[in-house]
């Protein structure tokens, strides 16, 4: 099977790309990541990987100038500090959280088959002067270059984890092959969500929300991890913190060179 080629924006340590080739149906071809410390994680976990430090300069023709052609996936979790409760709510017309324009400008670019996003929870319900006008931002762009989105809040309480960490998961596709996302998303009714495929397209409304609570409490999400014997979760302390101590190698980092 040939693997569909994802660039991974906003990479930090390539969460995205690790769980992506995971799958075996994903390669990270370019991170595009600002921050030093990430992009030496990434150097030594993907030595022959590029990596560009500015998303903002990133484009389809250097892109191609470097060989890196075909683009199936764009992946990101674009910054949140302007969206989340915690920050000062400038939204998408903040520094930060502003940057999804240039997602929106590489898949317009780029033309990827998917588009995958991630980011807090809030994105769905701000400003609260506009309730729900930054999501409608984000889905009015992506219909705009003719891509239609399914989404759902995901907490990572549903894999096991001991606090809630709600995120907002995106996956955009071309409109006009929704018919085949639309099988898709009939098979994901059997993943244990109440009996509900949580998908909708960027022009139509949102389906109610699934019982997540309910999940955590021992129906079949967490029975299916149990399971499986798998717990990505054990080093995790009993705390609103990312996972601490996850192995992801952080050791003997090499000096980077940006292209």
């Not at 609103?240 to 980092?253: A, I, S």
Request: with cysteine; aromatic share 8%; hydrophobic share 40%.
């Amino acid at each position: 099977m040939e693997k569909l080629k994802v660039l991974d924006l906003f990479s930090g340590i390539g969460g995205f790309s690790l769980g992506l080739e995971r799958t075996g149906g994903f390669e990270a071809v370019a991170f595009c990541e600002i921050e030093e410390f990430p992009r030496r994680v990434l150097a030594k976990h993907w030595p022959k990987v590029p990596c560009y430090n500015d998303v903002r300069t990133l484009n389809s023709e250097r892109l191609t100038q470097d060989g890196i052609t075909g683009i199936d996936v764009i992946s990101g979790g674009f910054p949140c500090q302007d969206l989340s409760v915690a920050g000062k709510l400038a939204g998408l017309k903040g520094k930060r959280s502003g940057l999804w324009s240039e997602i929106a400008r590489l898949v317009s670019e780029l033309r990827p088959r998917y588009v995958i996003v991630e980011n807090v929870a809030n994105l769905l319900s701000g400003p609260s002067e506009q309730p729900g006008g930054w999501f409608g931002r984000v889905l009015g762009d992506l219909a705009e270059l003719g891509y239609d989105a399914e989404w759902e809040n995901i907490p990572a309480s549903a894999l096991g984890a001991p606090h809630r960490r709600e995120r907002i998961w995106v996956v955009a596709y071309p409109s006009e092959i929704r018919q085949y996302a639309g099988r898709a998303g009939e098979s994901l009714q059997g993943v244990g969500l109440d009996g509900q495929a949580p998908m909708a397209d960027a022009h139509s409304q949102r389906r109610e929300e699934p019982d997540f609570t309910a999940i955590t409490e021992g129906q079949r999400l967490n029975s299916w991890v149990a399971s499986a014997n798998w717990n990505p979760w054990g080093a995790e302390p009993a705390v609103g913190r990312v996972v601490d101590g996850y192995p992801m190698g952080w050791t003997e980092l090499q000096p980077l060179e940006t292209p």
